[in-house]
Structures are given as structure tokens and as C-alpha cells.
């Protein structure tokens, strides 16, 4: 699903630059639960960026799907995202104008769907991260857990290939931390390639493959405990 | 092509960030406001001054007698001037192909008396071309003609307030008066956008009047209407070109303004044009300020509002947005607010000049104010294309940005 070659990416600052990821080697196959590890300025986000599409790497192959990424261009990049991606982020990124089944609906929206249709889907999405009834609240009324559920329905309902989670329990407490981790679990079993990054090892322990990374390099590239019962 | 989805969206977005939409709206809407308001009342100056020589016809010229100021070939101060029918004849014939209309006037102030009614009102002995000098309107009959002239008709042309005075509603077509104890025949009555001064007036032929009191061949003045087909500076040297030859012919001092003048409408022409033309670069110079300063106006809250948006649009791009679809929603968004806004500015523009209508005529000169179609939809189309302009560059901008850039935006 996602097949990444000897891949670089550095930062301008100033006159120099910074060196971020320097010959990354990582191959992801669909359904795997995937963690990165990683202290911060390891290179983790900025992995899951280039991955997600939302920047660009300077040297190195990266395969989505088999499909070589190159030279993308905003418009292209955006219909890729739309078709294989979907996004947790740690700030959960709703639309603060926008009620809980319109920012689900968005990316179906985006899909060109018909408006009754795609709010029809959205709420189903919706009742599956059991928010059914918060369906017309406005992210600020919701709690941080309920919004991250919400970004996470809004991740799911366009049924991507890979879901790419950037510290997803971030701002969460322990016990809603919980509740996305088994939502992610859930999904994963549903099938779908989950991509999360976090510098937490409960939270890297639950999934079911743990790369670290540090100083743009991978140190270690294991199965957990889960992964291994799952295996064999 | 009409996006109903497209429209949900912008109407959600100007919905809940209502007093951004409503502050972007009110810069463009006051901008217009002021905009409508000095073209108004710009137009409403030039409509007094058009209408402050509108009495007349646009090529009268008058020339004008009293006593001389100055001695002259041995003739002395304070000689009485009188023009003749000759003198008239003379400008005939003299200047026959710069003369488009031509009539004597012979002033008289009569007592008209129909029945019980009676008034003193001025009437004026003249030609028929009088009509087009005067700007006389016929309402009902006609005019005085060739003929009325030849027979020295006793016939009477009243203005409408006369025929009001001493008619009432009652119809005065065809009725006898009494002039200044003759019997004369009511053949038409008039109106003229000159005001009520002269629409209590009379007319009579000039050929009667002479006969009738006087017998003498004495004309008070003399009306012409200078060829149009003269340029305003050949119309004005014609005038001077008259005066001198009058000044000759009478014996007059050729400086002598008292003893002869001629008042020509191509130099009150001339004037109008210039005053217009001055008030025309002044409207047209502070005018497209007053659009540039709005059109500025919104480009800087644009600019503001993409930018504070900039999270929101790496947030549609991560979720799979195109950068065309978000430049089109912001773009739509801008013209959708400007051209209300405008609109919206223009009608109260457009009410309050209705509202001033001619009652700052008396103390200011401003005439009916009001902005031609031409105007409006200028004003229109240019709000909608600095509308478009004004979302384009910044949201192509932001459009542009990498979404993780745009998503660690705040």
C-alpha cells in the first residue's frame, strides 16, 4: 500500500537547511496497524506529511497504492487525498463554523456527492463513532474525546485506503484516549491501513507494528505483542 | 453553471461569520453611497446650470437699446436710442445666412379684461419666429402667423395663467378679450418652462401693435437666433460683428454698452460648456477615488479574511479540496458581498437623492440630482470585477500554499 525508497526531505532555515529524513526505507502493506515512534524533531511528522500528501520529499521513490508519487501538482495531490487518505490530526481540524454532520459530510462534498446522499452517509459515519445524536452541535460544544471522534467519521466516510492519525491522543485525557484507540482498532479490523504517529508507547503498544525513528533515520522496526498474537 | 452546493457553502460561511461579511459589505456599500451621492449631485449642478439659461433658445441673441453713456460725432450724453423697423430689415438682409430665427419686440403693459375679470399683464408685440426664440409652447390653437402680420390681425396669443385668471377652467380658445379697450380674438394659449413670469404673458402681432398704438415704425428690440451650424466662437464673433455694425449704423460710441448691447446666448454657451467640462473632470477625478479607496477597502479585509481562513482552506485541501475549488469559493463569496453591498449603497444613494429632489435649487443650484442608467450600471460592473479582483489574488495565494503549512496556520 505504501512503499517508500531512500526518501530525504530537508528544511530551508535561513541559509541552511535542515536535514530531516535522511533515507527512510519503509514498506506498508494494506490492513497493517502501523506506529511511528519518536521523540520530536525525530522526522516522524514530517514522514507522515509526505506520506499524506500534504508535502512534498526531495529525493527518493514513494509508491501510494503502486502508484509513483511525483511531481504532483495541488489539484492532482487533492484528488489522491480524497480517494486514498484520510486524516486524524492531533488539533482535530474541524471546520468550527460548520455542525458535526457538516464537517463529516465535506469530504464527500469534495467527492462531488449529492448533498442528501452524502449527509445520509455522514450521519451513518457518524452513529458508527456513536455520536449520532450530536449530529447539528458546532465542534464547541463538544468534548475533546466527541471531537475527535468526529474528525476521525470525517476521516472514515470516504472509505480511503490508509487512515493517517498525527498524534491523534494528543490533547486527549486516558480514558478517551482509550475510546479512539479502540475506534482505530475497530477500523483496522474492518481492514483498512492505519497509519498513526505518536510519542506514547500505550498508545504504540496497541497497534500492531512499531517503527522508531530518530534523527531522520528508522532504528527499529518491530510487531508488538499484538502484532505477533495477530501473526501467528 | 450553477453550483446549488457551491452557494450553501458561502451562504453558511457569510452566515456565521456575519459581522466580517456585514464590515467588508458596509466599505463597499458607504464607497458607493458617496459614489451615487457626488455624481448626483454633480449632475444636479449641471442640470441648474442648463436650466438657468433653459427660458430661451439655446442660439437666442438680443439686441438691446437705451440712452447713450458716451457723446459721440457731436451727439450728445443721455440720447434715447430707438431701434426701427428698418434696423431690423438691415439685420436681415446684412447677416441673412447666419440668422436661423428673427422677430422685433415691441414691450407693452395692457389691462386684458374678459367679463368681469380684468388684470394688467405684459404683452409682447413680435414675428412668428418668436416662438422658437422664446421657447413658447403652443397647449391649444396656434401661434401668430405671416398672415396675422400682413392683416394686422387683432389677435392674442395668452400664456396659461392669463387664461387661468380670467377663465378659470372655462375654455378661452376662440373667445374675444379686451385689450386695452380693442376687442382682439384668443388663437392660442401657451405655457413655457421659463416659470410663472412667463406664462403671464401675451402675444401679439407686431405689424398690429405698430398701427394700432403709436403708427410708428418703433421696435423695442430685437431677437435672433444665430445659425446653429455656427461654432460657439463664430456665433460669439458674429454677435460682436453685429453690435459694431448697429453702433455705426446708429451713431452710437463703439464702447457704449448703455446706448446698444447684445446679449448672445453662445457666450452664456460657452460659459455653461466650460463650467460643465471643469465639473466634469472634478466629478469623474474624485469620483474613481471614492471607487478606488473602496475597492482598497475590501482588498485589505480580503486579504485579512483569507488569512485568518488559511487553517480552514489546508483543512478543505487536506480533505481533498482543489485549489480552483476554494480560489471559486472565496471569489464567489467576495463578488456575492460587493455587489450586494454596492447595490445596497447605490439605493440609499438613489432615496436620498430623491429625497433632496429641487429643494437645494433656491440656496445651493442643485438642480433634480439624480445618476443616469449608464452611471449605475458602470458603477455596477465595476464593483463586481474589483469584487473578483480583490478575492482572486489573496485566495489564489492561500490556495497555493502547501496544506501543511497552511494547516499549522492560527
Known amino acids: 500500500m505504501i512503499r517508500i525508497e531512500k526518501l530525504h526531505k530537508s528544511y530551508p532555515i535561513g541559509k541552511d537547511s535542515l536535514h530531516v529524513l535522511k533515507g527512510i526505507d519503509l514498506h506498508i502493506k494494506e490492513g497493517e496497524f502501523v506506529s511511528i515512534m519518536g521523540s520530536s524533531g525525530s ?41 486514498f487518505l484520510g486524516f486524524v490530526f492531533q488539533s482535530f ?26 449527509l445520509k452517509i455522514a450521519q ?72 498513526v504517529i505518536t510519542h506514547e508507547e500505550e498508545v504504540a503498544e496497541q497497534t500492531k507494528r512499531v517503527v522508531r525513528l530518530k534523527d531522520g533515520l528508522i532504528i527499529s522496526d518491530e510487531l508488538t505483542a499484538t502484532g505477533k498474537a495477530k501473526t501467528v | 453553471m450553477f453550483d446549488l452546493d457551491r452557494w450553501r457553502e458561502i451562504f453558511q460561511s457569510i452566515n456565521k461569520n456575519r459581522l466580517r461579511s456585514v464590515m467588508s459589505g458596509f466599505t463597499v456599500a458607504f464607497a458607493i453611497l458617496l459614489f451615487t451621492l457626488l455624481f448626483g449631485v454633480a449632475n444636479g449642478l449641471g442640470n441648474f446650470f442648463k436650466g438657468a439659461f433653459a427660458d430661451d433658445a439655446q442660439n437666442a441673441m438680443f439686441v438691446r437699446v437705451w440712452k447713450t453713456s458716451k457723446p459721440y460725432k457731436g451727439l450728445q450724453t443721455g440720447r434715447r436710442v430707438q431701434l426701427k423697423n428698418k434696423d431690423y430689415d438691415y439685420i436681415a ?110 402675444f401679439i402681432p407686431l405689424s398690429t401693435s405698430q398701427a394700432m398704438y403709436g403708427n410708428n415704425d418703433y421696435i423695442s428690440q430685437i431677437a435672433l437666433g444665430y445659425n446653429p451650424n455656427l461654432s460657439t466662437d463664430a456665433a460669439i464673433a458674429f454677435g460682436n460683428q453685429m453690435e459694431r455694425d448697429l453702433r455705426k449704423k446708429l451713431n452710437i460710441h463703439p464702447d457704449d454698452q448703455s446706448a446698444l448691447s447684445v446679449r448672445n446666448m453662445a457666450e452664456a454657451n460657452k460659459f455653461v460648456g466650460t463650467v460643465m467640462l471643469a465639473l466634469f473632470f472634478i466629478i469623474t477625478f474624485i469620483g474613481s477615488g471614492t471607487l478606488i479607496a473602496g475597492i482598497i477597502g475590501i482588498s485589505n479585509i480580503m486579504i485579512f479574511v483569507i488569512k485568518e481562513r488559511t ?100
Open chain 1, 43 to 83: 522526522g516522524k511528522s514530517t514522514l507522515l506529511n509526505i506520506v499524506g500528501l500534504l508535502d512534498v520529499h526531495d529525493e527518493g521513490n514513494y509508491y501510494l497504492n503502486g502508484q509513483l508519487i511525483k511531481d504532483l501538482n495541488e489539484k492532482k495531490a487533492a484528488i489522491l487525498r480524497n480517494k
Open chain 1, 93 to 118: 481540524n474541524l471546520i468550527s463554523y460548520k455542525t458535526a454532520l457538516e464537517n463529516v459530510a465535506l469530504p464527500l462534498y469534495y467527492k462531488g456527492m449529492a448533498r442528501k446522499e452524502r
Open chain 1, 124 to 195: 451513518e459515519y457518524l452513529e458508527k463513532v456513536e455520536l449520532g445524536p450530536w449530529a447539528n452541535h458546532l465542534p464547541n460544544e463538544l468534548s475533546g474525546g466527541q471531537k475527535q471522534r468526529v474528525a476521525i467519521a470525517r476521516a472514515l466516510v470516504t472509505k480511503p485506503k490508509v487512515v493517517l492519525a498525527d498524534e491523534p491522543t494528543g490533547a486527549l485525557d486516558s480514558t478517551t484516549t482509550d475510546s479512539v484507540m479502540d475506534l482505530l482498532k475497530d477500523i483496522n479490523d474492518e481492514g483498512m491501513t492505519v497509519f
Open chain 2, 93 to 202: 438682409d446684412e447677416y441673412e445666412n447666419k440668422i436661423q430665427y428673427k422677430s422685433s419686440r415691441i414691450y407693452k403693459n395692457f389691462t386684458i379684461k374678459y367679463k368681469n375679470e380684468a388684470s394688467s399683464y405684459s404683452v409682447m408685440a413680435v414675428n412668428p419666429d418668436h416662438q422658437y426664440l422664446e421657447k413658447t409652447i403652443i397647449n391649444e390653437g396656434r401661434y401668430l402667423n405671416e398672415r396675422d402680420l400682413k392683416a394686422k390681425s387683432k389677435v392674442i396669443v395668452i400664456g396659461r395663467l392669463i387664461k387661468k385668471d380670467l377663465f378659470g377652467e372655462k375654455p378661452a380658445l376662440g373667445k374675444r378679450v379686451n385689450v386695452n379697450g380693442s376687442s382682439f380674438l384668443i388663437i392660442g394659449i401657451f405655457s413655457d418652462d421659463g416659470g410663472d413670469n412667463e406664462e403671464r404673458k401675451a
Open chain 2, 311 to 410: 487553517k480552514e482552506f489546508g483543512i478543505r485541501k487536506a480533505l481533498g479540496a482543489k485549489p480552483s475549488s476554494i480560489v471559486g469559493m472565496v471569489v464567489q463569496e467576495s463578488v456575492l458581498i460587493t455587489t450586494i453591498a454596492g447595490y445596497v449603497g447605490l439605493t440609499i444613494g438613489t432615496y436620498i437623492l430623491s429625497l433632496i429632489g429641487n429643494s437645494l435649487e433656491e440656496k445651493y443650484f442643485i438642480k433634480d440630482p439624480s445618476v443616469s442608467s449608464e452611471i449605475v450600471i458602470g458603477a455596477t460592473f465595476v464593483l463586481i470585477v474589483s469584487g473578483l479582483i480583490a478575492g482572486y489574488l489573496p485566495a489564489k495565494r492561500a490556495a497555493n500554499i502547501k496544506p501543511i503549512e497552511a494547516l499549522r496556520a492560527d
